[in-house]
């Protein structure tokens, strides 16, 4: 049924017994990858402590920071699932960063995305706070991409765009055009 990819260190043979099972329960008891996601992740973030991302998809590839070498990579029922524990429910996770974006422009969108996440109940509301918020701080168009499980495509404007994590929802802000 399971097949294991990879697995670091930081997950022994206990952890990855349970969470192979609290798998299993996730895709018995949900039809969808968000629901699923989210049941394994509440579960691991009680359990475990700290801040546990899921991500379930068709042949994906991921990129980002994780902590303590708590990675876990897996199939089921011709999934692929990756669970990564990652610095924690307060800080981001870095997914990706242009080199040439300004650091106060990085800095006042990290603080963005923050308020949004504090104030904002819904994701839809989010990006709309997002959007308004960068766009009124900062020159040219910007688009925001908001969610729990996602790869973007979208061209952008070179050096200008910013994709997080934080409390497992990724935020990808970037500038369209100028």
């Given at each position: 049924?399971f097949q294991?990819?990879?697995v670091d260190?930081?997950?022994d ?5 349970e969470?192979s ?5 996730a895709?018995?008891?949900f039809?969808n990858q968000?629901d699923?996601?989210?049941?394994i992740s509440?579960?691991?973030?009680e359990?475990?402590?700290g ?10 590839t991921?990129?980002?920071t994780y902590?303590?070498?708590?990675l ?6 011709n999934?692929?699932?990756e669970i ?5 429910d307060?800080e981001?996770?870095?997914?990706q960063r242009?080199?040439g974006m300004?650091q ?10 923050q308020?949004a ?5 819904n994701?839809?509301?989010q990006?709309?706070y997002?959007s308004e918020?960068?766009?009124?701080k ?9 969610g729990?499980?996602?790869n ?5 404007v070179n050096n200008?765009?910013i994709c ?7 935020y990808t802000v970037?500038?369209?055009?100028k």
């Amino acid at each position: 049924m399971f097949q294991i990819i990879k697995v670091d260190s930081g997950i022994d043979a206990k952890q990855e017994f349970e969470i192979s099972n609290i798998v299993k329960a996730a895709y018995d008891r949900f039809n969808n990858q968000y629901d699923r996601s989210k049941y394994i992740s509440d579960y691991l973030d009680e359990k475990y402590g700290g801040c546990w991302r899921v991500t379930i998809g068709k042949q994906f590839t991921s990129c980002g920071t994780y902590y303590l070498s708590q990675l876990l990579r897996l199939s089921y029922q011709n999934d692929q699932i990756e669970i990564v524990r990652t610095q924690g429910d307060s800080e981001f996770e870095i997914i990706q960063r242009d080199q040439g974006m300004n650091q106060a422009v990085f800095d006042s969108i990290l603080g963005i995305i923050q308020n949004a996440q504090q104030m904002q109940k819904n994701l839809s509301a989010q990006v709309e706070y997002i959007s308004e918020c960068v766009e009124s701080k900062h020159s040219g168009k910007w688009a925001v991409i908001c969610g729990y499980d996602f790869n973007s495509r979208v061209p952008y404007v070179n050096n200008n765009l910013i994709c997080v994590a934080k409390k497992g929802i990724r935020y990808t802000v970037l500038m369209i055009s100028k």
